[in-house]
């Protein structure tokens, strides 16, 4: 995977996005247009922006493998912009409590939100009633990255490749099954994904959190999941899960040696986790570029680069405008995908 700090943004191998100019000229002007209603005194109040701490929601529970992007991005940005970044996690309903609590939040820049795919592209189309919209509500901020997951499968299984895996589900189908972190989750729509594209049938494990999922399929009450690295670096070092491919456009530079999804007969395959910044929606576009300009600075930090890439996470980097022009896409994608897996939720 490859990735770019500078002025040019590159979309996300995991998943790449489409780019018009009818798009991006549309985010523009409904940027300008918001910003051209701010009163003044409210303009005026940015110059000295931020006068005091700034609160960077995590929607998951502490621990779990986003801290790797927030809290080494909020001490860096902490430095930059001479505030405190608080990290202020509020999981639950698959991050719809945090999403919820900065979506009412005053949009003054003080409350911001680190969101993955889950929460601004998954779950619109995942929960019929969503106290939150993810384009309305919001403020784009920037894209900091992506990172694919490797499908891992218990070392017993007599599956060395995709090949074999699809091989096996078809002749023993309904079988096999599969872990995730819970419906909804980055590792079950990967996995519904394959479903599809191979046409296989492979029953759904949900679980309440990844660790949960990795144990049963180390334990071998499941088959395999869909992971990411950092999670799962340790077992497959130890010979404990077998990993026998990556979901991701491109091969990972952390594991060259592993073939693609697509490699093994299903071009187009393009899946994994990314992750954004977000503000409560009219944030003055002053403070939004503000904070633009600082996580770039974050972004082309080569201590911060090297501990993501550790766990496989390419940084990226966007303008507020291309953001959301890719999340609008996302939108699109994910819907097809969540109603082509059937997964709903109240």
Aim: proline share 8%; net charge negative; charged share 20%.
């Amino acid at each position: 995977m490859t990735s770019k700090t500078d002025s040019t943004f590159v979309a996300p191998q995991a998943p790449c996005g489409r780019w018009t100019r009818r798009g991006l000229l549309a985010a523009t002007l409904g940027l300008t247009a918001l910003t051209l209603t701010v009163p003044a005194t409210a303009l005026s109040q940015t110059d000295n922006y931020p006068e005091r701490p700034i609160y960077l929601v995590i929607p998951y529970p502490p621990g779990g493998g986003i801290d790797i992007v927030g809290r080494p991005l909020a001490e860096k940005m902490s430095k930059i912009l001479g505030a405190d970044v608080i990290v202020d996690h509020r999981g639950g309903a698959s991050g719809s409590i945090a999403m919820q609590h900065v979506a009412r939040a005053a949009p003054d820049g003080y409350t911001l939100v680190l969101a993955l795919n889950t929460q601004m592209a998954v779950n619109p189309a995942l929960y019929k009633n969503l106290a939150y919209h993810p384009i309305r509500d919001f403020e784009p901020v920037a894209l900091l990255g992506a990172a694919p997951y490797v499908l891992v499968v218990n070392p017993s299984l007599p599956v060395h490749s995709v090949q074999d895996l699809v091989k096996v589900a078809k002749e023993q189908p309904g079988k096999l099954n599969y872990a995730s972190s819970g419906t909804g989750s980055g590792a079950h729509l990967a996995a519904e994904v394959l479903k599809r594209d191979a046409g296989i049938d492979l029953v759904h494990i949900p679980h309440k959190a990844t660790a949960m999922g990795v144990r049963d399929v180390m334990a071998g009450e499941a088959h395999m999941m869909f992971v990411t690295f950092g999670t799962v670096a340790g077992h497959i070092e130890a010979g404990t899960l077998r990993p026998i491919a990556v979901s991701s456009a491109q091969r990972a530079a952390i594991a060259p040696e592993l073939p693609t999804v697509a490699e093994a007969g299903f071009p187009g395959f393009d899946v994994g986790a990314w992750y954004s910044i977000f503000a409560p929606a009219g944030t003055p576009k002053p403070i939004i570029d503000k904070l633009n300009a600082a996580i770039r600075q974050v972004l082309a930090d080569d201590e911060y680069r090297d501990r993501l890439a550790r766990d496989a996470i390419a940084l990226s980097g966007s303008s507020p405008e291309e953001l959301r022009d890719y999340l609008q896409d996302e939108v699109t994608k994910w819907a097809k995908v969540v109603q082509d897996s059937g997964a709903q939720l109240d």
